[in-house]
């Protein structure tokens, strides 16, 4: 059994979707590593209006000094010992994520955590740069992917059934752009790792995608 899993892959992919039924069925641990991402701005954007500054690397860079972000096994997130689990899921929160993890700063602090959580194994872990940057050694490599059309209609889907307002056009747009910068930046961008299983969500429901990892992983 493969004692370390590694997913990455675009926004709206389904990654922890999937992942976190792959955990709870092998009773493995889940790290969401967006949720870190996305804390990392949510304390970037109080802090600059209270400080009314811009995001220089400089000021992100003292801002994550000693920034404590804990996630707990029922999937709560926790910034600064106070819970963020669902701040941390709005639109100003996912461009501010995808804008500070081209900090060198950023990533270098949160993959440091990423890999501590890792060590003890039994983990399934997804983000963008997990195969191939923070567990290059990963026992299973996934990279989970699907086209912009399908991406923006699932999470046009998910908003609606919770009876938020949607723009399927304005979200097609949002996942773009963060494809754009994720994939594009300088360091530790989304890429997938040569070893890494190429599955194209599509055309797939979350079951199959659910099965094949477990097919994989055993
Ligand atoms: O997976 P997510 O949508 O919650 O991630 C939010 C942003 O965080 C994403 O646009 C890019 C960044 N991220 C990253 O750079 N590296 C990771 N391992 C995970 C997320």
């Known amino acids: 059994m493969k004692k370390i899993i590694a ?4 926004a709206g992919a389904g990654k922890s979707t999937v992942s976190k039924i792959v955990a709870a069925r092998l009773g493995y641990t ?5 949720a870190m991402y996305r ?7 109080a802090q600059c209006v209270m400080r009314n500054a811009q995001w220089t690397e400089e000021f992100v860079a003292e801002v994550v000094q000693d920034i404590e972000i804990k ?3 029922s999937e709560k997130v926790f910034l600064d010992g106070r819970e963020v689990t669902k701040e941390i899921r709005t639109p100003e929160v996912s461009r501010g994520a995808s804008d500070v993890a081209k900090f060198g700063v950023v990533r270098k602090k949160l993959t440091e ?7 003890q194994g039994s983990v399934i872990m997804d983000g963008r740069d997990i195969g191939t940057q923070v567990l290059p050694n990963a026992d299973l490599k996934i990279f989970l992917t699907a086209s912009v059309e399908e991406r923006a209609r699932r999470r046009f889907e998910e908003l609606k059934e919770k009876n938020f307002a949607a723009d399927f056009e304005q979200i097609k747009k949002e996942i773009s752009l963060r494809d754009k910068q994720d994939s594009e930046r300088e360091i530790a ?4 790792a040569e070893d890494a299983v190429l599955l194209d969500s599509t055309s797939l429901t979350i079951e199959q995608v659910v099965t094949e990892i477990l097919r994989l992983a055993r």
């Open 113 to 119: 955590l990423q890999r501590e959580m890792a060590v």
């Open 71 to 73: 996630l707990d096994t």
């Open 189 to 192: 961008p989304l890429a997938k």
């Open 39 to 45: 804390a990392v701005a949510l304390k970037c954007n």
């Open 30 to 34: 889940y790290i969401d590593t967006g």
């Open 7 to 10: 997913v990455d892959g675009p």
